[in-house]
Each structure stands twice: as C-alpha cells, then as structure tokens.
Nanobody
Framework: QVQLVESGGGLVQAGGSLRLSCAASGRAFSRYTMAWFRQAPGKEREFVAVLTWTSGSTYYADSVKGRFTISRDNAKNTVYLQMNSLKPEDTAVYSC????????????????????WGQGTQVTVSS
C-alpha cells in the first residue's frame, strides 16, 4: 500500500511559480512511476507529467511543456512538480498518482493505469 499526500498549492498571479510536493508512505517508493494530473471545475482529469522509475524518463502534456518540471527525491519519498510561468488556465486541483507496473509511455497518460492517488491540492492562478 502507498499513501500519497500533496502540498504546496495556493493562489498565485499569472507568470508566477509554485512547487507542489507529493509525499509517499509505504515501501519501495523508488520502484513506483509517479505522475501528476489535474482537474479543473467541470472538466475531466487531465494528465500533466510523469516520471518513470525504470529509466527516469519524463513526459509532459503539451500544455505544460517547457514550464513545468517533474522530479523526485527517493531518499525523501517525495515527488515534486515545479510550475513556472503559470497561466490562469493552469487553475485546477492537482493530484499525484503512483503505479509500480510498467507500461509504454503513452499508457502513462491514462489515469486508469495508476493504483494510488493523493487527495489533491488546489492551485489557483489569477490574471
């Protein structure tokens, strides 16, 4: 079992930055692929970024590429999402997710492949 707890959300002006954290409890954190998703009001959950445990590869949604960076610290059992140049359309509840099985890169964009989810943290970007 893995429990995930996000933190770091808040209110920021457009163009600003935030760093989200996702702390994991449980064993073998380093052997989990970790991802971030977001969900805005009235919209479906959307893939943001993923970091695979096997190769350390990262993949990003086109909408955040070049602005967001996913990273992890296995010693701290934590995954991060550094968000720069934030836009009002980035406003959403951001959740981290974990899975230990391996998939092709495109599969990691689907929320259904993940076994564990955090409760989410609100990010609001004002214009």
């Amino acid at each position: 079992q893995v429990q995930l707890v996000e933190s770091g959300g808040g209110l920021v002006q457009a163009g600003g930055s935030l760093r989200l954290s996702c702390a994991a409890s449980g064993r073998a954190f380093s052997r989990y692929t970790m991802a971030w998703f977001r969900q805005a009001p009235g919209k479906e959950r959307e893939f943001v970024a993923v970091l695979t445990w096997t190769s350390g590869s990262t993949y990003y949604a086109d909408s955040v590429k070049g602005r967001f960076t996913i990273s992890r610290d296995n010693a701290k059992n934590t995954v991060y999402l550094q968000m720069n140049s934030l836009k009002p359309e980035d406003t959403a509840v951001y959740s981290c997710a974990a899975v230990s099985r391996t998939y092709t890169s495109s599969d990691y964009y689907r929320p259904t492949v993940y076994d564990y989810w955090g409760q989410g943290t609100q990010v609001t970007v004002s214009s």
